[in-house]
T-cell receptor, first 114, second 114 residues
Framework: GNSVTQMEGPVTLSEEAFLTINCTYTATGYPSLFWYVQYPGEGLQLLLKATKADDKGSNKGFEATYRKETTSFHLEKGSVQVSDSAVYFCALSFSSGSARQLTFGSGTQLTVLP | NAGVTQTPKFQVLKTGQSMTLQCAQDMNHNSMYWYRQDPGMGLRLIYYSASEGTTDKGEVPNGYNVSRLNKREFSLRLESAAPSQTSVYFC?????????????FGAGSRLTVL
């Protein structure tokens, strides 16, 4: 079956530090890949996505590139802010059929200190 | 524009009691989902509904039932609550954006079973 593995947290960084959160996946075929973010007390929000190999998703200074060769979709940001403190989830899905629902990684808690 | 609305936000039950979590979306999405979120386990799919009139089991359906009342509403019922069902429950709906199945989540319902 499909699965997503992301680096375990928690991750604690100082403001303006570089962020990488690793994500790898196992799937039959070529899924779409996503990063969702969950701020304290809220539901998940889509952060960025990529639908095919070599696509780069970007939003709010975050980036991730769909790497088919390494089955990875690592999240990066060059300079984090305190407001980026949240839980980040990597996920995959297919656009049709019974596998349309998202499969999530376990989440990575990020804390950014001033 | 409310998006996905879940009720109640908080609920405490005793073992064996029943309850229904309500979910409604106003985005005219065809597909809806119920996930549960537990520490260290990410989100796990309980049930989903690809379209009005259809429902399918997800990864962890035991102990739950669902009803897709109409295109807007998708409820989750616990017939006889157990402490193992203590969790945060998220409803979501989805649309295809640029070939990717993108989910919009509600704010969550925190359920405690004593």
């Amino acid at each position: 079956g499909n699965s997503v593995t992301q680096m375990e947290g928690p991750v604690t960084l100082s403001e303006e530090a570089f962020l990488t959160i690793n994500c790898t996946y196992t799937a039959t075929g070529y899924p779409s890949l996503f990063w969702y973010v969950q701020y304290p007390g809220e539901g998940l929000q889509l952060l960025l996505k990529a639908t095919k190999a070599d696509d780069k998703g970007s939003n709010k200074g975050f980036e991730a590139t769909y790497r088919k060769e390494t089955t990875s979709f690592h999240l990066e940001k060059g300079s984090v802010q305190v407001s980026d403190s949240a839980v980040y989830f990597c996920a995959l899905s297919f656009s049709s059929g019974s596998a349309r629902q998202l499969t999530f990684g376990s989440g990575t808690q990020l804390t950014v200190l001033p | 524009n409310a998006g996905v609305t879940q009720t109640p936000k908080f609920q405490v039950l005793k073992t064996g009691q029943s309850m229904t979590l309500q979910c409604a979306q106003d985005m005219n999405h065809n597909s809806m989902y119920w996930y549960r979120q537990d520490p260290g386990m990410g989100l796990r799919l309980i049930y989903y509904s690809a379209s009005e009139g259809t429902t399918d089991k997800g990864e962890v359906p035991n102990g739950y039932n669902v009803s897709r009342l109409n295109k807007r509403e998708f409820s989750l019922r616990l017939e006889s609550a157990a402490p193992s069902q203590t969790s945060v429950y998220f409803c979501a709906s989805s649309e295809l954006l640029s070939g990717a199945n993108v989910l919009t989540f509600g704010a969550g319902s925190r359920l405690t079973v004593l």
